[in-house]
């Protein structure tokens, strides 16, 4: 039986945390051709991964996310990257159902709380922290995770912020992802690693989904 039928069922409606809790690792994907879209997706979802960060930092990033919205329904398209309201809005009208900010601001959080989309705002601060947790937000993207002091500012973190879980983000890799997956309030890791530009541009889906059952096994 393929990874991708064993997959649980998702309510209608996702949350931030039912976002995290799915896979151990987010894929932070960048795409520049729309013809990429449907079979990268399709690749991930067998190997186990169906939590799909596509990044609006490509032209055609809007475009794959509906392409995967409307051909891979296993899938669930996010958009990564959101970096304003307009953003926020174009990405759910192209049928992401979840969001990533690289920072957080009260107009993108309060933008995603009006569309209904879970956002993963990133912070890498206490301060930052503070802002998104006043906002509602407690499942939050540590970003960038290596940059920002790694798994050892998580940990120094569990104190004060002892109800806010992490998804670290940036610099992580197959070879730190478990160390990050350890700590107690770091739930899922997000990564570049499962879709490598290589692959994407030679079609390579098997290496994709090998990589991907590899990361819903950490």
């Not at 806010?164 to 992580?172: D, L, N, Q, S």
Request: aromatic share 6%.
């Amino acid at each position: 039986m393929a990874l991708s039928q064993t997959l649980k069922a998702l309510p209608a409606k996702l949350t931030s945390l039912d976002v995290m809790q799915d896979a151990p690792v987010i894929p932070v994907i960048v795409l520049n051709d729309v013809a990429h879209a449907v079979p990268m997706a399709r690749a991930l979802v067998a190997g186990g991964i169906r939590m799909l960060e596509v990044t609006l930092r490509t032209p055609v990033a809007l475009e794959c996310i509906e392409r995967i919205a409307k051909e891979v329904p296993e899938a669930v398209a996010g958009a990564g990257t959101v970096r304003t309201p307009a953003e926020a809005q174009a990405a759910a009208r192209a049928g992401a159902r979840f969001a990533v900010s690289p920072g957080f601001t009260n107009a993108v959080g309060q933008a995603c709380r009006d569309l209904g989309l879970p956002l993963l705002p990133g912070v890498a601060t206490g301060s930052e922290i503070m802002m998104a947790s006043e906002a509602g937000y407690r499942e939050l993207k540590f970003f960038p995770a290596m940059q920002a002091g790694g798994p050892a500012m998580l940990k120094a973190w569990s104190g004060p912020f002892f109800d806010v879980k992490f998804c670290p983000t940036g610099g992580v890799s197959v070879n730190n992802a478990k160390e990050f997956l350890s700590l107690p309030n770091v739930v899922c890791v997000g990564g570049s690693w499962l879709v490598p530009g290589d692959a994407l541009a030679t079609g390579d889906w098997e290496s994709i989904t090998r990589l991907a059952a590899q990361a819903a096994s950490f």
